[in-house]
């Protein structure tokens, strides 16, 4: 019987694969005319390629929305840059050589272009299609939307051939050096948006090279590659013309404090043992100079309940406000603000009394100084958000702004716009924008408009401290690398170095 079992079951098996001989070409299929730019790029290999039907799987031309204007005289002379997103949704672009006829063409106009014949090669750096005559593009419409594409300069130099040839924004970015007086956007500078560095470039001959210099501003542009080796593509960015740059702010303003770190849920009771971390970035002498610490638990039981309308000064169980009116803080070190417990995690542990308190206050039995009922924990250890904010000077009211903000997750009553705004108010930060830095709407506060960052979550009475690395250039003003948030997973036995060593904030 398991004889005729196998005979039989090999018997179907040979009938199938006889059945199922793969051809060419499907009843009623109809290959598109059109290949992506995604595909035409994945043809190069390094070599010169030669487009045609057979390696661009029978299509024959190309189709996408051009992005490139000449008007400014800053893009590489002759050539059409276009991008689609009809692979996979992914936007790509691709240059075509195309000569002078490069220069009739503007934002906006969708274009098909007949690209068999052509070579796909790199040239001066830039991957581009050449042998394309300007009579083989025909403009189909203008006017056609060209999305925001907002991309970290982190990965524009992770990732130069994705980005190559599509346009792109660089949000909240500043030159590095700062540009003295009189300086112009002419030539090489290097731009950072507090992810990375990345050459902006402007042709000495362009319309807008003798331009000013911004402090701080959105720099539109389309991404060029220069190779320096076979295997290295050094991308920069090109504006098209002086509306590419939209100034944000022309003057510094340097955050005299900075969060650096906190712990929210130590190994045990939390109750006067919760602190949090800053960094001054000059000198302060808090009895001639206040600040005030505010820290915000959204958990479901804390009250009162529903939105906060009185944004940072709510109080109660929702808000706590400890005044920092004495002791003293050098330019470049730590402080601490906390409970009076001055432990690295909770009863029981390391010491860390040593270090710079500004203040320690025993908040279990302690209302807080003008608002906040006292408490067993300051943060929320449910998951809702909670954060904390300092300000400058001990009144806080609900149109105080803070120097820096941070906040852990995003749930409870944190903003509503009805029936006005209520919230809490956020800084200019690395994080956080007052105004939308791409539509410049107003947006000042936590989770409104595209202030949705937060901090995540960990595992609640294990005892992590939120290391919040950074770079902070004083000079500059501003962030050049934004906090990224590391858990340090804190032991009984923990030492200083754990929190204040490698992976903390530094001060440039």
Not at 217 to 223: H, L, P, S
Not at 337 to 357: E, F
Not at 375 to 385: D, P
């Amino acid at each position: 019987m398991k004889k005729n079992i196998l005979y039989y079951c090999c018997l179907l098996l040979l009938f199938f694969t006889a059945g199922c001989k793969k051809e060419g070409n499907y009843p009623g299929g109809v290959i598109s005319p059109y290949i992506s730019i995604y595909d035409v790029r994945d043809l190069y290999r390094g070599n010169d390629v030669s487009l045609s039907k057979e390696n661009m799987f029978g299509s024959a031309k190309i189709t996408g929305v051009v992005v490139s204007d000449h008007t400014g005289n800053n893009l590489p002379e002759g050539l059409l840059v276009i991008q689609d997103k009809r692979r996979l949704s992914e936007l790509r672009g691709i240059s075509i050589a195309i000569g002078a006829d490069a220069a009739k063409y503007i934002p906006g106009d969708s274009v098909i272009v007949n690209v068999e014949g052509a070579v796909l090669k790199r040239a001066n750096g830039i991957l581009q299609i050449t042998g394309v005559s300007g009579g083989a593009v025909t403009k189909v419409s203008s006017g056609n939307p060209i999305g925001v594409n907002r991309v970290p300069s982190s990965s524009v130099l992770a990732d130069p051939g994705k980005y190559e040839s599509t346009l792109i924004v660089i949000v909240k970015a500043g030159f590095n050096p700062l540009p003295a007086p009189g300086d112009v956007l002419s030539g090489d500078k290097v731009l950072n948006d507090g992810f990375a560095d990345l050459t902006l470039h402007t042709e000495a001959t362009s319309k807008f090279a003798n331009t000013p210099a911004p402090f701080l501003a959105n720099f539109y542009g389309i991404v060029f590659n220069k190779q320096v080796s076979d295997t290295q593509l050094i991308p920069q960015l090109r504006m098209r013309t002086v509306d590419d740059v939209v100034v944000l702010s022309s003057t510094i303003n340097i955050a005299p404090v900075i969060i650096t770190g906190f712990i929210s849920d130590v190994a045990g009771g939390d109750g006067n043992y919760e602190y949090m971390q800053f960094m001054a970035t000059q000198d302060i002498n808090f009895a001639t100079t206040p600040y005030s610490v505010v820290v915000t638990n959204n958990a479901n039981a804390s009250v009162p309940t529903g939105y906060p309308v009185n944004g940072w000064a709510t109080g109660n169980m929702r808000t706590y406000k400890m005044n920092l009116t004495s002791g003293t803080a050098a330019k470049g070190t730590f402080f601490y603000v906390g409970g009076t417990g001055k432990t690295i995690n909770g009863a029981s542990s390391t010491s860390i009394s040593s270090v710079n308190w500004i203040r320690s206050f025993n908040y279990t039995t302690t209302d807080g100084d003008g608002f906040g009922t006292k408490t067993s924990g300051l943060f929320a250890n449910s998951g809702n958000a909670s954060g904390f904010a300092i300000f400058k000077g001990t009144n806080v009211d609900v149109n105080s702004a803070p120097v820096d903000v941070l906040f852990v997750s995003t749930g409870g009553s944190l903003y509503t716009t009805t029936p006005a705004p209520q919230g809490y108010r956020i800084a200019n930060t690395d994080w956080y924008d007052i105004k939308n830095p791409i539509t410049l709407e107003d947006q000042p506060f936590y989770r409104s408009g595209s202030n949705t960052l937060n901090m995540s979550y960990t595992t609640a009475d294990l005892g992590y401290f939120y290391k919040m690395g950074g770079e902070y250039n004083v000079t500059l003003g501003r962030w050049t690398k934004a906090r990224a948030q590391n858990n340090v997973l804190l032991t009984k036995t923990s030492q200083l170095v754990e929190i204040e060593g490698p992976g903390s904030t530094v001060l440039k």
